[in-house]
């Protein structure tokens, strides 16, 4: 086992330039020993159980026009929606029957989603139930509103920094958007009290082991309660429509080396890894993660919250979802349960 490999088992941390030789010098033997002791420390904590989230996509109405990404608001081919309180509510319903214990309300930064409107959606669940976890994940917003809407029941917040080397956020986001105010959402959202997700797209262009490095370097000291990363895939609405999408194998070894850089850390297995390998979640999964988050949004809407071409699970009902998800995980040995998912740290 090479050193650098062994020094990261031994102490979850490296330096950045330690990092950024790990990642141009591995072979398939360090691939292996990594994967192995990802495995080996998600089992410890997580056991077998793979933790499910139900993924509504409420709006894809955004103010922001991230480069990357297939609903930003220069794409003018994008049909529209939002949902209303009532649906939102009708999926949670359906979701809890089915056994989910998380919701994760996702969208777009839809200005029509103000602090009243959306706190009174997380209340309205709040108060029908009492035993789930509510994950919001609606981008940038002042720290009043995240505590409103904290206070309101929201238990958890996704906002993946992206990249963690700013130049490299320069060149995946407009002038009007800044690396220091998404960090600082990330350290205010902490602050706050929920649980906090950050991650990054694998394979973003411009990307580098370099700006890689920084990435994992941020995670080893912010400690998120999840990481979520999948492969960035090209949209054919913009400008990076021509880019390669991220890779399988760089995915997987990321995730198992995140594992060990944070073992309790929460870490789904993307849609988006699910996009570029018909079995990449459950590799996903077999590499250290040990979430998944089935869609719940009402099928009439799946095929508008695109964010990435060939977007995988877009015709079926949830239900349908949720066995197939059940019946992956259990052909490559684990188990998804019912239960809200917090993290054991
Ligand atoms: N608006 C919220 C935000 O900014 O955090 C949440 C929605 S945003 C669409 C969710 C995530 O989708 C982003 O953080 C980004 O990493 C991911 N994403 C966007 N475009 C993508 C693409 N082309 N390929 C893979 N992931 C993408
Ligand atoms: Fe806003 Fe993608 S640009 S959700």
Redesign the pocket.
């Known amino acids: 086992m090479k050193d650098l490999v062994k020094k990261l088992i031994d102490t979850h941390s490296l330096s950045l330039l330690e990092y950024e030789k790990l990642l141009c010098d591995r072979n398939d033997e360090d691939m292996e020993v990594i994967k192995e002791e990802a495995v080996k420390l998600r089992k410890e904590i997580y056991g077998k159980k793979v933790y499910i989230r139900g993924l509504i996509e409420f709006t894809n109405y955004?103010k922001?026009n991230?480069y990357?990404?297939?609903?930003r608001c220069a794409n003018k081919n994008v049909e529209r929606y939002r949902l209303t309180e009532e649906e939102i509510l009708t999926c949670c319903d359906m979701g809890y029957n089915l056994g989910f214990r998380t919701f994760v309300l996702?969208?777009?930064?839809d200005p029509y989603f103000d602090d009243d409107r959306l706190t009174n959606i997380v209340r309205g669940i709040r108060e029908k139930y009492k035993d789930v976890a509510i994950t919001l994940?609606?981008?940038?917003r002042t720290k009043e509103s995240y505590e409103k809407l904290f206070e309101a029941g929201a238990n958890r917040y996704?906002?993946?920094h992206?990249t963690a080397d700013v130049e490299h956020y320069r060149k995946l986001h407009p002038e009007s958007m800044s690396y220091e105010n998404r960090i600082n959402c990330l350290k205010v959202l902490k602050d706050i009290g929920y649980q906090v997700g950050a991650?990054?797209?694998v394979g973003?262009p411009y990307q580098s082991n370099k700006t890689l490095a920084e990435d994992l370097k941020f995670i080893e000291e912010f400690k998120p309660d999840m990481c979520?990363i999948?492969?960035?895939?090209?949209?054919k609405d913009?400008i990076?429509k021509d880019e390669k999408?991220?890779g399988l194998e760089l995915t997987l070894f990321l995730l198992s080396v995140i594992r060990i850089i944070h073992p309790p850390v929460l870490l789904p297995a993307?849609t988006?890894l699910g996009t570029i390998d018909k079995k990449g979640r459950e590799k996903g999964i077999e590499a250290g993660a040990n979430v998944v988050m089935p869609n719940l949004s009402p099928v009439n809407v799946r095929d508008k919250y695109l964010?990435?071409d060939n977007k995988i699970c877009t015709g079926d009902e949830a239900a349908e979802c949720i066995n197939c998800m059940k019946r992956r995980m259990e052909s490559v040995g684990y188990e998804v349960v019912i239960d809200r998912g917090d993290i054991i740290k």
């Not at 990357?68 to 609903?71: D, E, K, S, T």
């Not at 996702?106 to 930064?109: A, L, R, V």
């Not at 999948?230 to 949209?235: D, K, L, S, T, V």
């Open positions: 955004c922001n991230c990357y990404c297939g609903i996702q969208g777009g930064e994940s609606v981008g940038e996704l906002l993946r992206e991650g990054f797209m973003s979520g999948g492969p960035f895939i090209p949209h913009t990076f999408a991220g993307t988006a964010l990435y």
